[in-house]
């Protein structure tokens, strides 16, 4: 007679509900939009005020190129140029493509002309420092809030980021490339190329995904896009003059060090437990938190109260956004490859780190110097 008793259920990682939760994510993302705001805005006028200090034509060139790759015709034409070889060639998805990069365009342009002229916020060069309310208006300059040009390229750039993947650093890097330039050239001030980052972004991703993927595809895409962007206000906020509590840059780095390599050893070690044990126990798994800790650590090297508080808030929404696939996980110990590459993978992480804590901890010395 066969022995129909059932196998013991092998050994779970810890479920939390906060886990995935999407109260939490866009509980917290909104916190940090609206933190990020808050604080972009004491330093637009420093910006521009940097940006006209400096006159060098390399920097107006510049501009001038990501001025001329941003505008309506040129990423116009970049659509259709895709689409002619999509149906030159028959390929489905470089039809996609250019519909779905053209159907962004237009609809972020149009969100994007009746917020500027719903707000109503002068251009910088009609600003000059004084304090503005906002009031509807049609007249020409005061249309600053969003950027159209960073509104258009990301909602392009997140349109050839799903349907091409394998470039997507390419995409999003000219679209903060296009952004960027609009505040160099003394277009538009920080907070309205963030304004453009999320209207271009936003409408994108309802163009792409069907109305039942909204809530799924926002989740995903608040839980690895805030890292960047805290990223890019950080290089914002540690070269241009602000007020707030800072620390001395060499005790920055010292305690931004110990972070990111407390982080990053606790993550070799626990790769390196899986790997101890022949055969492998069941519901092996990886905690992710090692790596919220490396974020923090490079936070803390700029010294800022600020810049930490948004860092914890945009890991905390990494965290919960990213769950442990206990299906990978328990291939870590049974596939030698995922180790090797989830072992390069760390040490490249944490190198990048480094590298970008000495580079932190330079520029804010270079500053207290001038």
């Known amino acids: 007679m066969t022995d129909q008793t059932p196998a013991p259920p092998s050994p779970r990682r810890p479920q939390f509900l906060i886990h995935q939760n999407p109260l939490v994510i866009f509980g917290l993302s909104g916190l940090l939009f609206f933190g990020l705001f808050s604080s972009l805005a004491l330093v637009d006028s420093p910006t521009l005020q940097i940006v006209h200090s400096f006159t060098h034509p390399a920097i107006d060139h510049i501009g001038n190129v990501g001025n001329r790759l941003g505008d309506g015709l040129t990423l116009v034409l970049i659509s259709l140029a895709i689409g002619a070889v999509g149906f030159r060639l028959g390929w489905p998805t470089w039809k996609s493509a250019c519909i779905h990069t053209l159907l962004a365009h237009g609809v972020a342009g149009l969100f994007t002309q009746i917020l500027k002229h719903t707000i109503g916020r002068p251009r910088p060069r009609l600003k000059q420092g004084q304090d503005w309310e906002i009031a509807p208006s049609i007249e020409s300059g005061w249309d600053s809030f969003p950027s159209g040009h960073t509104g258009a390229s990301f909602a392009v750039a997140t349109v050839l980021a799903y349907h091409f993947p394998k470039g997507k650093m390419l995409w999003f890097g000219l679209a903060a490339f296009i952004g960027t330039c609009r505040v160099i050239t003394g277009s538009h001030f920080p907070t309205d190329v963030l304004g453009g980052v999320l209207v271009g972004i936003g409408t994108a991703l309802i163009i792409i995904h069907p109305p039942d993927k909204w809530k799924t595809c926002s989740q995903h895409t608040l839980t690895h896009g805030l890292p960047w962007l805290i990223t890019a206000f950080g290089i914002v906020w540690i070269i241009v003059p602000h007020p ?82 206990e299906s990978t996980q328990n291939r870590l110990g049974v596939e030698p490859w995922l180790i090797q590459h989830s072992t390069w993978t760390e040490a490249a992480l944490g190198i990048g780190m480094l590298l970008m804590a000495f580079l932190t901890f330079s520029i804010r010395s270079q500053i207290l110097i001038l």
């Open 244 to 325: 707030g509590i800072e620390l001395e840059p060499s005790l920055s780095l010292f305690l931004g060090l110990i972070g990111i390599g407390l982080g990053l050893g606790l993550r070799l070690w626990w790769i390196r437990e899986l790997t101890s044990e022949s055969p492998p126990s069941p519901g092996q798994w990886l905690p992710q938190w090692p790596r919220l800790l490396m974020g923090l650590g490079l936070a803390t090297t700029t010294g800022s109260v600020v810049i930490l508080g948004a860092s914890l808030v945009a890991g905390v929404v990494w965290w919960v956004g990213n769950p442990i696939d």
